[in-house]
């Protein structure tokens, strides 16, 4: 027989109508499949781009200073990286910031709403930071397995407890994941305060403006035995919460302040919206130039 | 007569700075020296005048600089040409007696009545007539037409300018007597708590004895010594501490507990003498002399270029130090029985082979040598 | 499982050893029947020092509360620290001094202790640069301190910053500084790299003035120490701990913190270093013969700043906490267990290659003077009961000694060379006519407060640490030394060592014995 062009098999068959449709499967969101962004070529790839040109852009952008990677001298196996998050810029800051040893080693817990809603940025996150989709509204189990899967494989994860950017400056209280997750796969969490970022690329503009940032890692924590994982979260809180007030002012007055618990939250005061605004103090008109004096 | 004659050549004598600058001493091989076989006896310029055959004469620091072509233009019109080099001169006189000739040609010699101030007060080093009267112009025996010098057979010289040398002092220690003075007439200006000498020539080397000699002065002396054979006879002649020249500042600050301000000591030694003559060495000197402390040029600068802030902001005396008077020679003869001072004499050579001898003198340092002398008592038709 | 240290006996078969020479190593033959020593392998490290660290802070040894008991809000707390001379070479970050004092810090906020001054203990020592501190101590405590005038160093020169506590049963006097000596509580935190190291020397010396110093760093103190490494035939160690004595009779509370490391010393580019030559792999060799040959064409001052850029991968293996006696034996204990060979009998002849490097050279240039207190102050007393080499032996060392000095780190070593050695090489001539010249000199002392130098004496001290090794040998022959420099030392030079073996056979006789210390990493001699 001979066979038309333009038809069957030369396009697509049809769909005979006798025969029921199954419901199509997702493919976006946390269904999107991830594991070729972990084997060599891509591997190879993205850390070829991370170190030259990532590093170049946020060089430029942000020079970040680093400080606090001593602390992770001692540690062997993955961990889980938990940050304040006020900007776009912390993940490619961050990854670009820690350790040699975890920095091709790293993933990073996405928001499967929001990087992974399309084919292609999911393609494109899986690519350029070694994102994997996460269910940020809720623990899932789905998004808890994958990122134990990753612990277990030996590749630590990065995630930003306060599930999303801050709107206003002030950080949102921690969610329970990746205390979790740690005390499920026996991980210690590395708590880290990024500073200045915000000053660089803030939620809701698309502005760059290219200011100086500091990425401060704090000692790792392990889960006590028994530990509840809320309570687990809110040490992983209040720690970067010293790690935030040691970036201001030093290590040793932070720690002091930690032990007579006046450590300034990073949550900002309480009170109505304005007036946690109003202290941020961001926008103000300072005062009058300052002149240099002679000489 | 057989002497080295020094003839004013131009372009021998631009060939000699060009060769004495590649490497000392080869002035003698291009230079205007030559060594002339059958020149005329000098003439008996006066009844107060006398011949003397040299026995011994050294070759000095002012010879090699004049026959490498690096002296100053300030010589000229001080010396006539042609001369016959050397001034530091062992000899006999017709009637036997050796003598050594104290070379400066002085109102005395030069039958200048009434004489200059200076000679007039004994001061004969500083005589304002060497340029004047009946002979030719000439700062010493050694650089004047008329009187010849040590390197040739004979050279005349006036009854006031002989010392006649006791038996007892062989003619090698009596050959050193002229620098010995020199070296004399430099301690008598010196003085203070810390005394330092630089370079460890023929005449650092005689500063030191000198200084030491009677014991003038009781003072620290530290030394600069480039070479073994220097350090050790820095060190017998009587120097308390003897230094590479790089490490004097360091010497000095240590034994006067000094504090610094950049490579200046703020205290340093009283005196400092200079037997170099070099900018280097000046500005060394600058650098480890006290405030108000003197610093005495020994050896002949020349032109020199240094950076004199040291000197007005401290108040440094620098003073130059030449030749002799009748007296330093009469205790140079003491210094140079009590140190003997033979042991200084290196190596002396005939006339035939001046080239060989100056050379000798010109590296006398790292050859391990001090003094390099003729030896004219062997000459023929002397 | 490290296996303990080695003694082989040379044979034909056996490869060359390595010696080092200074910036730089060479192989040698040595003769058949020579013995090589060479160091236990590097201990297991503490599995988590930081842990460890916080479990001796709160369970120390002897008579001594745990540290958080100590601690009390409104006390005047003084943390005084080993300076550069500590670990060699200088250990990667995060530096032992760092751990622990962060972990006393800790302690210290819990307890809302607020007058807290860091001391650097470095008694002579020249004073520590920022970056020096900064790796020492880690940028956290290093930004919280400095800023504030809080991090300090020890100046034993300082007419107002020191405290004349008591006198001794022997009558030494026992100055030390006066911060530390007013506080409620000292915490010294050491680290133990060989065993003279800590105990009372730690707050005894590395605190004290030169007028308290003097007692010990003397020519007889030294040459009745045998030796130094060894407390207890230590006159060194017994002055300090009569010291200590006092200092605890007037009621100055010291709590002490002894760290030990182990001999894991070259980071695993160099494992050649410290490996024994018949299990160089071809790695080994490869990066033996490249780096050898790459060395030999390097300028001195690029070999230099190579070799000082080195970290070691040091790690701790043990940490005890404390009274300071209790505490000391026990460290001592470890650095044993890390270092200690036993030996059978003496030698003739002891051969050793010099590093590039001494307590006192860190980033610096090893001087003439600094590469015989290594060899006959450091290494020759590396022993405990007898020297390894018999009285009247030979001590062959390989360094090349050059004529080179850092003005800057060591003013007064090159007036000792130039001045004080080019007159004599006697000690004891050396002490009654020379030191208190140098150590009184008004410059010296400046540089030493103001700059970076150590101070006018320590030169001196440098060659009453070798007192003890002239007084016993009966000769020493520096290999491939510059000759000048080496005879100012009073020592010989030789080209090869073949010769340097054919010249001690002049003092030693035809046919001696011959030992050769593979050293470093560190290994002390039990010589029975």
């Known amino acids: ?77 993955p961990v889980i990286f938990a940050a304040n998050h006020a900007s776009h810029v912390d993940t490619p800051l961050l990854l670009t910031s820690i350790p040699d040893r975890f920095r091709h080693h790293t993933v990073v817990a996405a928001g499967a709403d929001y990087f992974f809603d399309k084919r292609w940025k999911g393609y494109l996150w899986a690519f350029a930071i070694n994102a994997i989709p996460i269910e940020r509204t809720r623990v899932s189990p789905k998004s808890l397995r994958l990122a134990s899967q990753m612990l277990d494989d030996g590749w630590s994860v990065l995630i930003f407890p306060e599930g999303g950017r801050s709107p206003h400056g002030w950080s949102q209280p921690h969610r329970a994941g990746a205390a979790f997750l740690a005390a499920r796969a026996g991980v210690p969490v590395v708590p880290v305060h990024l500073e200045g970022t915000r000053r660089i690329l803030r939620k809701g503009t698309g502005r760059l403006t290219p200011s100086t940032t500091t990425v401060t890692f704090g000692s790792p924590l392990l889960a006590a035995g028994g530990e509840d994982p809320r309570q687990f979260a809110q040490r992983v809180e209040r720690a970067v919460d010293v790690l935030a007030d040691e970036q201001a002012t030093d290590w040793w007055s932070a720690r002091r302040r930690a032990a007579s618990g006046q450590t300034p939250s990073l949550a900002g005061p309480e009170g109505s919206e304005w007036r946690r605004f109003w202290s941020l103090g961001e926008g103000r008109r300072r005062g009058r130039p300052q002149l240099p004096r002679w000489p | 007569m057989k002497a080295l004659l020094f003839e004013r050549k131009v372009a021998r004598y631009a060939a000699a700075t060009v060769a004495g600058r590649l490497k000392p001493g080869s002035g003698a091989k291009v230079g205007p020296l030559r060594l002339a076989h059958d020149i005329d006896e000098p003439e008996l310029p006066g009844p107060d005048w006398v011949r003397v055959r040299p026995r011994l004469a050294g070759i000095c620091g002012s010879d090699l600089a004049t026959i490498d072509g690096k002296s100053s233009r300030y010589f000229e019109p001080i010396v006539s040409f ?77 009854r006031s300018q002989l010392h006649t040398v006791p038996d007892a002092l062989t003619d090698e220690a009596a050959v050193l007597v002229e620098p010995a003075a020199c070296a004399v007439h430099a301690a008598s200006s010196a003085g203070g708590t810390t005394i330092a000498v630089i370079g460890a020539g023929t005449l650092g080397l005689l500063t030191i004895a000198a200084l030491r000699h009677g014991n003038v002065h009781g003072g620290n002396l530290i030394a600069t010594a480039k070479y073994p054979e220097q350090k050790r006879l820095a060190k017998e002649l009587g120097a308390d501490v003897v230094v590479e020249p790089d490490a004097l500042e360091r010497a000095i600050r240590s034994d006067t507990r000094s504090l610094k301000f950049g490579d200046q000591l703020t205290g340093g030694a009283s005196c400092v003498i200079d037997c170099v003559g070099s900018a280097a060495s000046l500005q060394q000197a600058l650098q480890v002399v006290e405030p108000g402390g003197t610093i005495l040029m020994v050896g002949m600068p020349g032109v020199t270029t240094v950076d004199l802030t040291g000197l007005w902001h401290r108040e440094v005396d620098l003073r130059g130090c030449y030749a002799y008077t009748a007296d330093d020679f009469a205790t140079a003869f003491d210094l140079a029985a009590d140190a003997k001072l033979e042991r200084l004499l290196s190596a002396t050579y005939p006339l035939d082979r001046y080239r060989d001898a100056i050379e000798h003198a010109a590296q006398a340092g790292p050859r391990g040598a001090v003094k390099v002398a003729f030896d004219l008592r062997n000459e023929r038709n002397r | 499982m490290p296996r303990p240290g080695f003694i082989l006996d040379v044979d034909r078969s056996t ?119 900064r790796h020492a101590l880690g940028n956290r405590v290093f930004d919280a301190f400095n800023p504030h005038g809080r991090l300090t160093q020890h100046d034993a020169e300082d007419p107002d910053g020191l405290l004349h506590i008591g006198l001794t049963d022997a009558g030494e006097d026992v100055e030390i500084n006066k911060r530390a000596a007013t506080s409620d509580l000292i915490v010294y935190v050491n680290i133990n790299l060989v065993a003279m190291d800590g105990g009372w020397k730690s707050t005894a010396t590395g605190l004290a003035s030169y007028k308290s110093l003097r007692h010990h760093h003397n020519v007889k103190t030294m040459q009745h120490s045998k030796s130094f490494m060894d ?55 490869a990066g033996f013969l490249a780096s050898s040959k790459a060395l030999d064409r390097t300028p001195d001052r690029m070999k230099r700043s190579i070799f000082h850029s080195i970290q070691a991968p040091h790690q701790m293996t043990s940490v005890q906490a404390g009274e300071v006696e209790a505490v000391h034996a026990l460290t001592t204990e470890h650095v044993y267990r890390q270092q200690l060979v036993e030996v059978q009998g003496q030698t003739d002849i002891l051969t050793m290659g010099l590093p590039y490097i001494s307590p006192y050279n860190v980033n610096s240039i090893m001087n003439p003077i600094l590469v015989a207190c290594l060899g006959l102050g450091y290494f020759f007393n590396l022993y405990k009961g007898k020297p390894l080499v018999r009285e009247g032996g030979v001590v062959i060392m390989s360094h090349p000694t050059p004529w080179a000095f850092n003005p800057v780190h060591h003013p007064s070593y090159i007036d000792f060379f130039e001045q004080v050695l080019a007159e004599t090489t006697d000690p004891i001539e050396i002490e009654s006519k020379y030191e208190e010249r140098f150590a009184t000199d008004p410059w010296f002392i400046h540089l030493y407060r103001t700059s970076y130098s150590y101070h006018g004496v320590h030169p001196f001290y440098m060659w009453y640490w070798c007192a003890h090794a002239r007084q016993h040998l009966g000769g020493v022959i520096v290999v491939g030394g510059d000759p000048r420099s080496v005879r100012r030392l009073g020592f010989k030079p030789a080209s090869t060592l073949r010769d340097a073996l054919e010249m001690a056979s002049d003092v030693v006789g035809r046919d001696p014995s011959i030992t050769h210390l593979h050293n470093p990493p560190l290994l002390m001699a039990d010589v029975r």
């Open chain 1, 1 to 77: 027989m001979r066979l038309p062009r333009g038809s069957f098999p030369w396009i697509g068959p049809a769909w005979p109508s006798t025969v029921e449709r199954p419901p199509d499967e997702p493919r976006t969101g946390t269904a999107f499949e991830t594991d070729w962004a972990r084997k060599y070529p891509t591997r190879l790839a993205r850390a070829l781009v991370l170190d030259t040109v990532g590093k170049g852009v946020v060089g430029m952008l942000a020079s970040p200073k680093v400080r606090g990677d001593d602390r992770l001298a001692d540690v062997k196996g």
């Open chain 2, 82 to 158: 042609p001369f016959v080099p050397g001034h530091e001169v062992v000899g006999d006189l017709d009637d036997g007696t050796r003598v050594v000739v104290q070379p400066t040609l002085t109102c005395a010699a030069r039958s200048l009545d009434p004489t200059c101030d200076q000679c007039a007060a004994g001061r004969t080093n500083r005589c304002e007539r060497i340029a004047f009267g009946h002979l030719a112009p000439g700062l010493q025996t050694g650089f004047c037409e008329h009187t010849g010098g040590g390197w040739g057979l004979s050279l005349v010289a006036h």
């Open chain 3, 15 to 133: 490869p060359p050893t390595l010696f080092w020479h200074g910036e730089g190593y060479r192989l040698e033959k040595l003769p058949a029947g020579s013995r090589v020593i060479y160091p236990p392998e590097p201990l297991a490290a503490l599995k988590d020092p930081d842990g460890a660290v916080r479990h001796a802070l709160l369970n120390p040894i002897g008579d001594s509360k745990p540290l958080p008991e100590l601690l009390f809000a409104g006390m005047k707390l003084t943390i005084c620290f080993d300076d550069i001379s500590l670990p060699l070479p200088p250990m990667r970050r995060p530096d032992i001094r760092q751990r622990v004092i962060e972990a006393v810090l800790d302690l210290a906020a819990e307890a809302g202790v607020d007058d807290v001054v860091l001391v650097a203990a470095l008694a002579l020592h020249r004073r520590m640069t920022d970056d020096e501190l």
């Open chain 3, 231 to 285: 407390q207890h035939r230590s006159e060194l160690h017994s002055s300090n701990w009569r010291m200590g004595k006092v200092l605890r009779d007037s009621g100055i509370k010291i709590f002490q913190i002894e760290t030990t490391l182990n001999s894991d010393t070259f980071p695993s580019q160099f494992g050649f270093l410290q490996k024994r030559e018949w299990e160089w792999t071809a790695r080994d060799r």
